[in-house]
């Protein structure tokens, strides 16, 4: 598949998806450009993990259509990497021989760079469970990148790491993506993060997109003014939200 840059990658037709009477998304419609780097934030349970497993093929839409390069994802897709939470990392395997799992060939030598990448070439003999959880998330991270994904979608990735560690690992996927010129799609739920990383933040509200927000600065971001303005403007929409369904429950409670 060819590389076009500044061309779509991913185009999302009013997808809907719901479980059983369950409607979790209904009419998501969303372009990504290739090489762009998009924050989704929502409250929990607005069905942001539905969307990214629909995107990975790990799960179908109802209705609509999710194109990748203009074709219809049927599946897990080659181009498409994901990395979630928990490392997923295999205990019986060695550092490298889990990175190789990454790679379609199973190619030594591409594992083994991969680990450079995250830093981490000096672990490759050593076992999962031997690493800090940081060390762990760089491992899933390697692995996902020794495939030279197009598209790469990260789950909450950073969500069970220490504050400082979350930021290194912050920087580095920053300074991947900016190298190998991915796209990327993180699901998050720390908007100072979404704001530190993604070109645009979409907001997810009651299954649909409430906001689709471009961030306007220059990279690496420092936290001045012009962050502290994002990150007010999202929490505000997001805090808004929730106390108007507050009320609403509240309203319903008594019937009002
Ligand atoms: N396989 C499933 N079967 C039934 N319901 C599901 C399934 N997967 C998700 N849901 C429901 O869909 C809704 C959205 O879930 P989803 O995990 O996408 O939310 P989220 O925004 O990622 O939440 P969080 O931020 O808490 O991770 C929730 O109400 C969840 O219970």
Known sequence: MSMKSGGTLLHIRNVNKAFGQTHVLSG??????????????????????????????????SSGAILLDAQAINGIH???????????????????????????????????KALQQVGLEHKRDDWPAVLSG????????ARALAGNPRLLLLDEPLGALDALTRIEM?????????????????????VSEAV????????I???????????????????DSGFAYYEKTILDRLL????????????DAFSI
Request: proline fraction near 1%.
């Open 28 to 61: 998501i419609d969303l372009s990504i450009k290739q090489g762009e780097f998009v924050a989704i934030v929502g409250r929990s349970g607005c069905g942001k993990s539905t969307l990214l497993r629909l995107i990975a093929g790990l799960d179908e839409a």
């Open 78 to 112: 080659e181009d498409t990497r994901v990395l979630f939470q928990e490392h997923r990392l295999l205990p019986w395997k060695k550092n490298i021989d889990n990175v190789r799992i990454g790679v379609k060939s199973g190619d030594k030598e591409i594992a083994f």
């Open 134 to 141: 940081g060390q762990r998330q760089r491992v899933a991270l």
């Open 170 to 190: 912050q920087q580095l996927i920053e300074q991947l993506w900016l190298e190998k010129q991915f796209t990327v799609l993180l699901v998050t739920h720390d």
């Open 196 to 203: 530190a990383l993604a070109d645009r933040v979409i907001i």
């Open 205 to 223: 509200e009651d299954g649909k997109i409430g906001l689709d927000l471009k961030i306007s600065l220059s990279r690496p971001r420092e936290h």
């Open 240 to 251: 808004v939200k929730q106390s108007y369904e507050q009320v609403r429950i509240a309203a």
